[in-house]
């Protein structure tokens, strides 16, 4: 078994530091974050949304027992919100001080006004902390969302675990981060970054793996009910959807049924909780009622025989 805040030291220990935390990765996959944490390299995670990518930087930290450390982008996230800007309105209070106090040593007083205890640590600086005393997990959280000009200001970090300050230097971190960076490749992101990093592609599951999912994280469901919601999900995939639900929303969905003392599917209940599976309403409209009977009649003639879309 892999101890607390010690790296795995094979593939195998990957994998079983994933199974502690309930997250099922598959040989590719644990490949992938043995060679990061082995390699010191970012791990640049894509694949569609609801597919286990963020959850792996969540189960890594708990897994090595360090701070998970999240930047979410969005778009316009700039500098200041993700790596560092200056306290004005401390540094403006300062200069009152010094003011009232007369005769002001003006190169004295700008060096101590962009000092260190002016500086507002963000995410990315916060990782890189000097003072830290183990690795944090840095999650980079759908960089797709940001901006192009964005990844820009990754460039350093990734590639030298190093920020540089204009006012104080370079930055550089004692014990470099566990990077992971996630996108749902709604955008592509620029070669430059990418060469900085390891690469994987997180797919769909086929019906075995998010079988194993499910039992994973929901235990206490019927046997017979996880065969039939995974079931139901994967030929659920196969629709013509404009949002193709995950991983996510078939654990979600599955808390829901057992909320519901459900012990198998019927049509009904899957009428009744197509919110927890579907986010648009053109979607849940496309297979409500009809649809949903045809889909559960595959589904349970499906089995683990066929893999879902893309697995």
């Not at 996230?77 to 540094?91: G, M």
């Amino acid at each position: 078994m892999t101890t607390a805040a010690t790296p795995p030291a094979s593939i195998d220990q990957v994998q079983t530091l994933l199974r502690e935390q309930q997250y099922v990765a598959d040989r590719g996959l644990a490949v992938a974050i043995y060679l990061a944490l082995t390699l010191q390299r970012p791990l640049f995670l894509e694949g569609e949304a609801g597919v286990g990518k963020t959850e792996i930087a969540r189960a890594l930290s708990r897994g090595l027992d360090t701070e998970l450390i999240r930047l979410q982008c969005y778009e316009g996230l700039d500098i200041n919100h993700a790596v560092y800007e200056w306290n004005h309105t401390r540094q403006m209070l300062e200069i009152r001080l010094l003011e009232s106090a007369g005769q002001v040593d003006r190169p004295a007083a700008t060096a101590d006004l962009f000092s260190e205890r002016f500086l507002i640590k963000r995410p990315l600086l916060q990782a890189i902390d000097e003072s830290r005393e183990r690795s944090p997990v840095l999650l980079i959280d759908e960089l797709d969302r940001a901006d192009e000009e964005f990844e820009g200001f990754l460039l350093e970090l990734l590639a030298d675990f190093q920020i540089t300050i204009p006012e104080l230097g370079a930055y550089r971190a004692a014990h470099p981060p566990i990077v992971i960076i996630t996108s749902n490749r709604t955008r592509e992101i620029h070669d430059a970054l990418k060469r900085r990093c390891l690469y994987y592609w997180i797919d769909y599951p086929d019906f075995q793996k998010e079988l194993q999912i499910v039992s994973v994280r929901m235990p206490q469901a019927p046997r017979r009910l996880a065969q039939q919601v995974t079931g139901f999900i994967q030929e659920l995939r196969e629709t013509e959807l404009y949002k193709i639900p995950g991983v996510s929303e078939t654990i979600d969905w599955t808390a829901a049924l057992l909320a519901l003392n459900q012990t198998e599917l019927d049509a009904q209940v899957i009428d009744d909780t197509l919110g927890i599976m579907l986010k648009y309403q053109d979607d849940i409209e496309l297979v409500r009622g009809e649809p949903v009977r045809n889909i559960l009649e595959r589904s349970q003639n499906r089995g683990p025989r066929r893999g879902g879309r893309g697995g």
